[in-house]
């Protein structure tokens, strides 16, 4: 039988668990988020998100055995994340991983949470192919890389200062909307009028591929300080961010594209989930003759799917390896992790 990996996923605010079997593919996988408990404090509150992966985790494992019809000891290794993220929610992840690995005497793997969403459209079917050129876009995160192969990752650009997503979810609490704000953005901004107000886009003309949104953020507060903040002057607003954002990343995108002479651009993370990123970057990127990969949308949150998937190909690469002893890393650059392969 080919070997099965168990992927722990517990970066922040969603506990995610996940089997995936080479040759076979994902056989289950479970999900819980704690939006709703965030949202009466309009954030994640750290110490209450790594209490609850404790409820969380170990009923969740058990749901995919379960679901796959799997037994524990038929799985060959376990995955988890070891960052970046909250440093109280991975050691959850992180312990809970290390244990159950050690009872069964199997290798244990710490992945890095990007390089999860970085590789999660392989996942989809059709599958992009190597080299290509990938948008990590999230709410910490916002970075444009070159994928040769797994474990192959040039840097290109990334933001200097907020994340794409953390100007989604900022710009939305300076409307009064609720948690998690970008999703909340982005539901008003349907109801917006093109035209009506005009907001920065950030070194859109800047000759590289760096990423700045803090700029757009104070524009925001500017500008709804002087308003009358009705509800469709909230939704105006709304499109206004939204379409400012989309620009600046579907522009350096394709930017990207030229500059490595690819064709192919891989779309993660949370903002990945965006209707209209995904409607402009694939018109636009399609007009010169390349292609948009996107995963599935349930796999563009965190979950423990992109987890347990990268750990299988780490795991064909070190299959004898077992050490338990473990650290987290919240924070943690993802060019480290090349010299890991």
């Known amino acids: 039988m080919s070997p099965i990996t168990l992927g722990i996923e517990s970066s922040c605010d969603e506990t995610g668990i996940a089997l995936y079997q080479m040759g076979r593919g994902l056989l289950s996988h479970a999900l819980y ?39 524990s000891d038929q799985i060959s290794a376990v995955a988890y994340t070891q960052g970046p993220g909250l440093g109280g929610a991975l050691l959850v992840g992180a312990s809970v991983a290390n244990a159950f690995a050690f009872a069964l ?41 070159r994928v040769d192969g797994v474990g192959q ?65 104070t524009a925001v507060l500017t500008l709804v300080r002087q308003s009358n903040n009705d509800d469709q002057t909230k939704a105006d607003i709304s499109f206004a961010v939204q379409e400012a954002i989309i620009d600046v990343l579907a522009q350096k995108a394709l930017a990207a594209l030229v500059q490595t002479g690819l064709n192919q651009l891989v779309v993660a993370g949370g903002v990945g989930a965006n209707k209209l990123l995904r409607e402009k970057l694939s018109r636009d990127i399609g007009k010169r003759g390349g292609k948009v990969f996107y995963p599935d949308l349930e796999f563009c949150t965190d979950n423990g799917a992109m987890i347990a998937f990268a750990g299988a190909l780490r795991f064909a690469q070190q299959q004898d390896k077992k050490d338990y002893r473990f650290n987290v890393k919240p924070r943690w650059n993802l060019q480290e992790i090349v010299l890991q392969y």
């Open 33 to 71: 988020t704690q939006v709703a408990m965030h949202n009466e404090y309009g954030g994640v509150v750290p110490e209450l998100a790594s209490r609850d992966h404790v409820r969380r985790i170990t009923p969740l494992i058990r749901q995919v055995l379960r679901e796959a019809n799997v037994s």
């Open 153 to 217: 990752y040039t840097l290109l650009g990334e933001t200097l200062d907020d994340a794409a997503g953390e100007a989604f979810d900022k710009s939305a609490k300076l409307l009064g909307l609720g948690y998690p704000g970008g999703p909340e953005l982005a539901k008003l901004a349907s109801k917006g009028r093109s035209g009506i107000y005009k907001l920065p886009r950030p070194m859109l003309h800047s000759g590289d591929l760096e990423f700045s949104f803090s700029g757009l953020k």
């Open 105 to 145: 005497d199997i290798p244990s793997i710490g992945i890095h949470h990007l390089e999860g969403h970085l590789l999660s459209p392989l996942l989809s079917d059709p599958a992009p192919e190597f080299p290509f050129v990938a948008l990590l876009v999230s709410g910490g995160h916002t970075q444009l890389m």
